[in-house]
């Protein structure tokens, strides 16, 4: 029998059915929407720019853009440069975090829409060659074209990075490690700052020397690196005349020259000369006034400088050889590497790629971000750095170290980075910062190494 | 489905018995939420059990079978045991910061109601809103070895200085102890929000007979907030990690030797530093499966007590 209230609940039951209805379609059409709107993203990028002589917007994935700092305003520098002598090609630059650029690259890769020119630190190169579809730089322009782009840029350099004789990602944002010295501590402690030290033994001296009389502590090897790279470790196993990796990509850190590096560097810390910190507590302490030495990239140049004006005089000087052997760092910072699917992309990158490392890209990378120039005569060309030398002091014993750089060694492998870590982690620190014995922690992280390498 | 064949489906339904039709509502009523699980909890939960048998590196369209190896590869290994024996230690030296010590103030604070109590609530609960990230690196700041303020007060005071982060010995007590400071924040204002729900005209019924202090505590405060303890410390055990997490990833990394290393940051390792998804699967399959265990067995056991006071 119907009651008054029935229809009431009918009808409200009919309201309920209807909006469940309507929801469970609404979600299903904002998934079935979510993936439409990737698809054609990906097709308008792709099918606006069919023709070399049509407009054409390429994305660049940097991890200098965006930043509030200076290599943020020179990243932005750089592109509003190339846009003007460009006007037909549109570059969209895309921020990242350092830490995430190989993880963002995947996740772009894997979606299908990976950025046409991307910003790689070195040590996360040999991975990114191994896991992305990056097309070889050198490849893309015609040989007269490439020769004539090169003409002028560090050879050196352009060798050490080339993969077979091929350059896949050119160099940009270039550093390596020099010593900044505190020139008020180095008075203070009754040393010359005009001659700053040359060899590790050197170091050491000055450093003990800084410590007694200076109220300060010494020196400081920024070789347990917190974002676990282990450039400066290949640094001084290579200028001690060994191999962090071998040819074969497997471990030689266990051998003679690089067990020397590494006991030189835990004799520091065991003799006071060095404090047993990690390496950002190491820069704190340097922009402090509170450390005499710092042995690091010259990417902080411009951070430290900042820092010490108006409280102490920064200098620096070439990366310390062992004895009578010639220093041999190695580089750390960025290459660019293109990862455009078309060859209109591709050329179009090309042309972005030329001009930052074009003088006047490089003019803008050292004068407003503080990285290398790669072209070496621009710091006494008068059109371009030449000004910018004669003040800033600070980057000149890098340059002239250029010539002698070591090429960066990657592990074999997909568990390269890995390996890395482990040596970084379970060797180097322990070692320099913690007395661990030098031969056997080598030896026995060699062979953990070996292992991961051989994993599947 | 049009609006007419629904109205003869109502129809029906109201006189005939529940037939396959009735018995489906519902399940269309929860469709949305099931199909939501489905999408962004169960599906990837199966995802990454299947994925734990697999070695897939984010991007390679290739994915090969490995089997077991990756869970051989946890088991065998040194880091993620390691990585295990310390979450538990964390998990033990966190358990007082979100039981014992934010219930004595919350009880004191709930006790001596009036503006002061109101100040040092909001003082109180400060951290819980600050960023995780800003508060690491305040704290890197100061516990600098060299000039941070922590040691210049010790020195001062004649203990000496220390590198609390970059000691094994001290690093995990450390980092639980910056961690701290978030979970007692959150869990004094649980502990209110239980103890708000007790009538105060109980407290002064047992005061009038004579009840001290300690012994209106003991037998009327503290069993009100029996199971307050007891969600509490499960609860912060499962959330109190992505505080963990941020504190290792800007302080230590996981070092020195491990010390700071958890099963958290090493699965973020595996996925995201050595790009291995079958290993970091397997650590997520295992993770699971432990969070899984202790709150089952946490369940069970508030169950009997319901049980057994009902």
């Known amino acids: 029998m119907s009651t008054p209230d029935q229809p009431t609940r009918a009808g409200r039951r009919r309201r309920s059915l209807t909006a469940a209805i309507v929801l469970v379609l609404a979600t299903v059409l904002a998934a079935v929407s979510a993936c439409g709107d990737s698809s054609t993203g990906g097709s308008t990028t792709a099918g606006s720019t069919s023709a070399a002589d049509q407009k054409i917007t390429i994305r660049f994935l940097s991890y200098n853009y965006g930043t509030p700092d200076i290599g943020g305003q020179g990243t932005q520098a750089l592109i509003d440069a190339f846009e003007k002598a460009h006007p037909n090609i549109t570059i969209k630059p895309q921020g990242v975090a350092v830490a995430d650029v190989l993880t963002r690259l995947q996740t772009d890769t894997a979606a299908g829409s990976p950025p046409d020119v991307a910003q790689i630190g070195w040590s996360k190169m040999a991975a990114a060659y191994d896991l992305l579809p990056i097309v070889p730089v050198q490849s893309i322009p015609a040989k007269a074209d490439w020769d004539a782009a090169m003409a002028g840029f560090n050879q050196r350099l352009l060798s050490a990075v080339a993969v077979n004789g091929q350059v896949k990602a050119i160099p940009y944002t270039i550093s390596i490690p020099v010593i900044f010295y505190n020139a008020d501590l180095f008075r203070k402690a009754g040393l010359d700052p005009t001659r700053p030290p040359t060899t590790i033994d050197e170091v050491k001296a000055d450093a003990l020397a800084i410590k007694d009389k200076a109220s300060a502590q010494g020196a400081y090897f920024a070789v347990v690196d917190s974002g676990k790279s282990d450039y400066l470790t290949q640094s001084l196993i290579a200028s001690n005349g060994g191999r962090e990796v071998g040819a074969d990509g497997q471990p030689a850190f266990d051998q003679p020259p690089a067990v020397a590096a590494l006991t030189a560097m835990q004799d520091l810390t065991t003799s006071g000369a060095q404090p047993a910190i990690t390496a950002t507590n190491a820069v704190a302490a340097f922009s402090a006034g509170k450390l005499g030495m710092l042995v690091g990239s010259t990417a902080v140049a411009v951070s430290l400088a900042k820092a010490a004006k108006g409280r102490f005089e920064l200098r620096s000087t070439g990366f310390p050889s062992f004895g009578g052997r010639p220093a041999a760092p190695t580089y750390s910072g960025a290459g660019l590497a293109v990862l455009a699917k078309d060859e209109a992309h591709q050329q179009a990158a090309w042309e972005f790629i030329r001009f930052l490392t074009s003088p006047e890209g490089f003019t803008i990378i050292t004068s407003k971000i503080g990285y290398l120039p790669l072209r070496p005569s621009l710091a006494t060309d008068p059109k371009y750095l030449a000004t910018y030398f004669a003040t800033n002091k600070l980057l000149s014993p890098a340059l002239a170290q250029l010539d002698h750089v070591s090429p960066y060694q990657s592990f074999s492998g997909k568990r390269a980075s890995q390996a890395v870590v482990a040596l970084q982690d379970d060797a180097v620190e322990p070692i320099v910062l913690r007395g661990a014995k030098p031969a056997s922690t080598l030896s026995s992280v060699a062979g953990q190494v070996r292992g991961v390498l051989a994993q599947k | ?310």
């Open chain 2, 1 to 310: 489905m049009t609006v007419s064949t629904l109205e003869a489906g109502e129809r029906g339904a109201a006189h005939a018995p529940p037939g396959a039709r009735a018995r489906a509502r519902p399940w269309l009523y929860l469709s949305p939420l099931v199909v939501a699980l489905l999408v962004w909890v169960y599906g990837p939960l199966v995802f990454t059990a299947v994925l734990s048998f697999m070695s897939w590196n984010l991007t390679d369209t290739h994915l090969s079978w490995l089997g077991t190896a990756n869970y051989a590869r946890l088991v065998d290994g040194r880091d993620f045991p390691r990585a295990a024996r310390n979450t538990l230690v964390f998990a033990a030296v966190l358990l007082p910061f979100a039981t014992v010590v934010p219930m004595s103030l919350a009880i004191a604070l709930w006790k001596r109601p009036g503006r002061v109590s109101s100040v040092y609530r909001a003082l109180l609960f400060l951290p819980v809103v600050l960023a995780p990230v800003a508060m690491a690196i305040t704290w890197q700041f100061l516990l600098d070895p060299l000039s941070g303020l922590v040691n210049v007060i010790t020195g001062r005071l004649g203990l000496g200085t220390h590198n609390w982060l970059g000691d094994p010995a001290t690093a995990l007590y450390a980092v639980g102890f910056i961690t701290a400071a978030k979970v007692v924040a959150l869990n004094v204002l649980l502990f209110g929000a239980s103890l708000a729900s007790l009538d105060r005209g109980l407290l002064e019924a047992a005061a009038l007979d004579g009840a001290t202090e300690w012994e209106i505590t003991r037998h009327l405060v503290l069993p009100h907030l029996r199971r307050t303890i007891v969600l509490l410390g499960m609860l912060s055990l499962v959330v109190v990690w992505p505080w963990i997490f941020a504190n290792v990833a800007v302080l230590t990394q996981g070092g020195p030797d491990g010390a700071t290393d958890n099963v958290y940051y090493r699965l973020f390792t595996y996925a995201f530093t050595f790009f291995d998804a079958g290993t970091a699967s397997a650590a997520a399959v295992f993770i699971t499966t432990a969070l899984a265990v202790v709150l089952g067995i946490g369940l069970l056991l508030t169950g009997r007590r319901r049980r057994d006071f009902a």
